[in-house]
């Protein structure tokens, strides 16, 4: 059966403490793997796609990478307004979604 | 940019009411999705849509049913609203060309059912 597991599911980081979240999948076939942002009482906000293993993408403070087995969203030196839940989703013939990491960043 | 609009923030129902969840969305797109969020059980599809009046059962379809008689709009129905059915809902959509592509959120209706 496909899954897709975050984690850690909580973490809290000072401000400028670079750390990674992980994101395992065991999907056949992958088509695409999706990172996303959620704040409170709002909706998934699309962050980056990545389609292969080895490949990256940046975005201001975060860079998600993949492998065969997983995938990683590193925050170098986080700000408070990096502050949110973070989302992976993978799939080839459907999406998977995580259950999220919940991001908090003390001042 | 693309905007997924839900006509309700928040709402707020008796157990045994039919309820109707909306959604609309501005970017012609052909897939529209109904998802539920709940703590610890992370996003599960409900049901999409790939066109209009076409629909597919997602995940957990029971108790629900969807409507897509134009192509910007797909509503989701609680038949008989039940006090398990207290979530928050997600609508998103994507053009056409596969379902493996980002998805575009709404931002949601939280639903209580009293």
């Known amino acids: 059966e496909d899954q897709v597991t975050q984690s850690p599911e909580a973490l809290r980081l000072q401000e400028g403490e670079s750390s990674s979240l992980n994101c395992s999948y065991t999907?056949?076939?992958?088509?695409?793997l999706f990172w996303y942002r959620q704040d409170p009482g709002k909706g998934p906000e699309f962050l980056f796609t990545l389609y292969s293993a080895g490949e990256e993408k940046e975005k201001e403070r975060l860079k998600a990478t993949l492998t065969k087995k997983e995938s990683f969203l590193h925050i170098t030196a986080p700000k408070p307004e990096d502050s949110a839940t973070y989302l992976c989703?993978?799939?080839?013939?459907?999406?998977?979604f995580g259950k999220g990491t919940r991001l908090h960043i003390l001042p | 940019d693309v905007k997924v609009t839900q006509s309700s923030r928040y709402l707020v129902k008796r157990t045994g009411e039919k309820v109707f969840l909306e959604c609309v969305q501005d970017m012609d797109h052909e897939n529209m999705f109904w998802y539920r969020q709940d703590p610890g059980l992370g996003l599960r599809l409900i049901y999409f849509s790939y066109d209009v009046k076409m629909k597919e059962k997602g995940d957990i379809p029971e108790g629900y049913s969807v409507s897509r008689e134009k192509k910007e709009r797909f509503s989701l129905i609680l038949e008989s609203a039940s006090t398990n059915q207290t979530s928050m809902y997600l609508c998103?959509?994507?053009?056409?060309?596969?379902?493996?592509?980002?998805?575009?959120f709404g931002d949601g209706t939280r639903l209580s059912i009293l």
């Open positions: 989703a993978a799939g080839d013939d459907k999406i998977i």
């Open positions: 998103a959509s994507i053009p056409s060309g596969g379902l493996i592509q980002p998805q575009h």
């Open positions: 999907v056949s076939g992958l088509r695409g």
